[in-house]
């Protein structure tokens, strides 16, 4: 249903007199007077109806690789027709898709066009895409045209996947369940300090998110951390972030750690050195993870995925490019050890 013009949002209640609503997509929970906006500047309150601003203004629709979510255990080898309205509800000082993901809080603006569920599911089968990913920006304040775009797609047998900052509520998680098959979180930081100064928000909401998709859904879930020199790379952070993930989610959530490189407000810090990364890499495998991968280092041997039992080099890749994908019926084809993931 639409007011004025608008898409009528999900997962909204009265608040109160004077036309208040609660929001109850993501963990601001934003209380919002008629007239205003929500947190993320793309949520409206229209005569006490909270309204979505982007439903039909899609900024950014085109097929990646999969592996470009990152999701390397989640239907390797295919193409996933990425697409994004503006907006976000982080404000990440060092967000690489700034233009889009902060226009709407900085300056108001909210561009994209008109583009249809229907039109976008038909484009991901003509661009032989295996799933449609909601990515670019912040995919739960999106919500109206994620689901119904989502139900669309699964009822074509396209799966669909989020690439999510892990804000969400747990009521967003279960309205999405249903139709949501694939999600990477990113886990920015281990310690409450980074969140609020260089993402003005908070770090506790993720990992619930993150504990809940582990053990109350059937969501496929990868994690990225990007490492910020100086910031969130310390030793005894990242031992306790590697122990979180294999406690609360398993030891088969794959942990992608990611190169930063200067880009927006945070302009003052270097490229991650390699070094860096490679202990980061060792920690996460010390802690009992089965599966740890470096990003944005092309031709690292730790794109690949090898067998946590034996060794054996299983999905070979280059970049977002597969050379070769060895597994065989979901398992090692040396030892026979199971190799978690969707349609691996």
Same mark, same amino acid.
């Given at each position: 249903?639409?007011?004025?013009?608008?898409?009528?949002?999900?997962?909204? !209640?009265?608040?109160?007199?004077?036309?208040?609503? #609660?929001?109850?997509?993501?963990?601001?929970?934003? &209380?919002?007077?008629?007239?205003?906006? @929500? #947190?993320?500047?793309? #949520?409206?309150?229209?005569?006490?109806?909270?309204?979505? +601003? *982007?439903?039909?203004? &899609?900024?950014?629709?085109?097929?990646?690789?999969? $592996?470009?979510? =990152?999701?390397?255990?989640?239907?390797?080898?295919?193409?996933?027709?990425?697409?994004?309205?503006?907006?976000?509800?982080?404000?990440? !000082?060092?967000?690489?898709?700034?233009?889009?993901?902060?226009?709407?809080?900085?300056?108001?603006?909210?561009?994209?066009?008109?583009?249809?569920?229907?039109?976008?599911?038909?484009?991901? &089968?003509?661009?032989?895409?295996?799933?449609?990913?909601? *990515?670019?920006?912040?995919?739960?304040?999106?919500?109206? /045209?994620?689901?119904?775009?989502?139900? /669309?797609?699964?009822?074509?047998?396209?799966?669909?996947?989020?690439?999510?900052? @892990?804000?969400?509520?747990?009521?967003?998680?279960?309205?999405?369940?249903?139709? +949501?098959?694939?999600?990477?979180?990113?886990?920015?930081?281990?310690?409450?300090?980074?969140?609020?100064?260089?993402?003005?928000?908070?770090?506790?909401?993720?990992?619930? *998110?993150?504990?809940?998709?582990?053990? $109350?859904?059937?969501?496929?879930?990868?994690?990225?951390? +990007?490492?910020?020199? @100086?910031?969130?790379?310390?030793?005894? $952070?990242?031992?306790?972030?590697?122990?979180?993930?294999?406690?609360?989610?398993?030891?088969?959530?794959?942990?992608?750690?990611?190169?930063?490189?200067?880009?927006?407000?945070?302009?003052?810090?270097?490229?991650? =050195?390699?070094?860096? +990364? $490679?202990?980061?890499?060792?920690?996460?495998?010390?802690?009992? /993870?089965?599966?740890?991968? /470096?990003?944005?280092? =092309?031709?690292?041997?730790?794109?690949?995925?090898?067998?946590?039992?034996?060794?054996? &080099?299983?999905?070979?890749?280059?970049?977002?490019?597969?050379?070769?994908?060895?597994?065989?019926?979901?398992?090692? =084809?040396?030892?026979?050890?199971?190799?978690?993931?969707?349609?691996?």
């Amino acid at each position: 249903m639409k007011e004025n013009g608008l898409k009528t949002a999900v997962l909204w !209640e009265a608040s109160g007199e004077d036309k208040k609503v #609660r929001c109850k997509l993501c963990s601001w929970r934003c &209380v919002i007077d008629d007239g205003k906006l @929500g #947190r993320c500047c793309v #949520r409206k309150n229209i005569d006490g109806v909270l309204c979505s +601003l *982007t439903f039909d203004k &899609v900024c950014s629709a085109n097929p990646d690789p999969i $592996e470009k979510k =990152p999701l390397f255990h989640f239907q390797p080898g295919t193409q996933s027709f990425s697409i994004a309205t503006m907006g976000c509800n982080f404000r990440c !000082e060092f967000c690489q898709n700034w233009q889009i993901s902060q226009a709407a809080i900085e300056d108001g603006r909210i561009d994209g066009q008109a583009i249809s569920s229907e039109q976008i599911v038909t484009a991901a &089968v003509r661009y032989d895409c295996a799933s449609i990913a909601y *990515t670019y920006t912040e995919p739960t304040i999106f919500m109206e /045209l994620a689901n119904e775009c989502g139900r /669309l797609a699964k009822q074509q047998g396209l799966a669909n996947v989020f690439v999510s900052n @892990g804000f969400m509520t747990a009521e967003a998680i279960d309205f999405a369940k249903e139709w +949501l098959a694939g999600i990477n979180v990113d886990l920015k930081a281990f310690n409450e300090d980074y969140y609020r100064r260089l993402c003005k928000a908070r770090l506790q909401p993720v990992l619930d *998110t993150i504990k809940y998709i582990a053990k $109350e859904t059937q969501i496929w879930m990868e994690i990225t951390t +990007l490492l910020v020199p @100086g910031e969130n790379d310390s030793e005894d $952070e990242l031992k306790q972030l590697a122990d979180f993930i294999v406690n609360e989610a398993g030891p088969d959530v794959p942990w992608h750690i990611s190169r930063f490189h200067p880009q927006y407000k945070y302009q003052d810090s270097v490229s991650t =050195p390699i070094s860096s +990364l $490679e202990h980061a890499e060792q920690i996460g495998k010390a802690a009992g /993870l089965h599966y740890v991968y /470096l990003g944005n280092v =092309p031709g690292s041997k730790s794109e690949s995925t090898y067998c946590y039992d034996c060794g054996r &080099v299983l999905i070979e890749r280059v970049g977002y490019r597969i050379l070769a994908n060895h597994v065989k019926e979901s398992s090692c =084809p040396d030892c026979g050890a199971k190799i978690a993931g969707f349609e691996i």
